[in-house]
Nanobody
Framework: QVQLVESGGGLVQPGGSLRLSCVASKRTFSSYHMGWFRQAPGKEREFVASITWNGASTAYADSVKGRFTISRDNGKNTAYLQMNNLKVEDTAVYYC?????????????????WGQGTRVTVSS
């Protein structure tokens, strides 16, 4: 069983930046495709971004394209989500997830491992 632990959330003003990290407990992380999802208050959890095991391919939700960047460092068993130009509507709990066999990048049931989430609040 792989554990994923997110960090980096917090309170930020609109237009600000945060970088979220997701650390995996096992080196098998390097073979997983990784995704970031978020759940805003009163809403369903939604796809944010994904990255293949080798970082060769990424995908983003339309709402974050051009503002968020997903990356990974397999040597550190860590995935990142750099969030720039944050908006109030980005307020949510952000979750990282790992996918053993590549499936639909935005399809939550196709992810095998999930973190507990880190809260991001964008407010002035």
């Amino acid at each position: 069983q792989v554990q994923l632990v997110e960090s980096g959330g917090g309170l930020v003003q609109p237009g600000g930046s945060l970088r979220l990290s997701c650390v995996a407990s096992k080196r098998t992380f390097s073979s997983y495709h990784m995704g970031w999802f978020r759940q805003a208050p009163g809403k369903e959890r939604e796809f944010v971004a994904s990255i293949t095991w080798n970082g060769a391919s990424t995908a983003y939700a339309d709402s974050v394209k051009g503002r968020f960047t997903i990356s990974r460092d397999n040597g550190k068993n860590t995935a990142y989500l750099q969030m720039n130009n944050l908006k109030v509507e980005d307020t949510a709990v952000y979750y990282c997830a790992g996918q053993v066999a590549m499936g639909g990048v935005a399809i939550q049931p196709e992810y095998d491992y999930w973190g507990q989430g880190t809260r991001v609040t964008v407010s002035s």
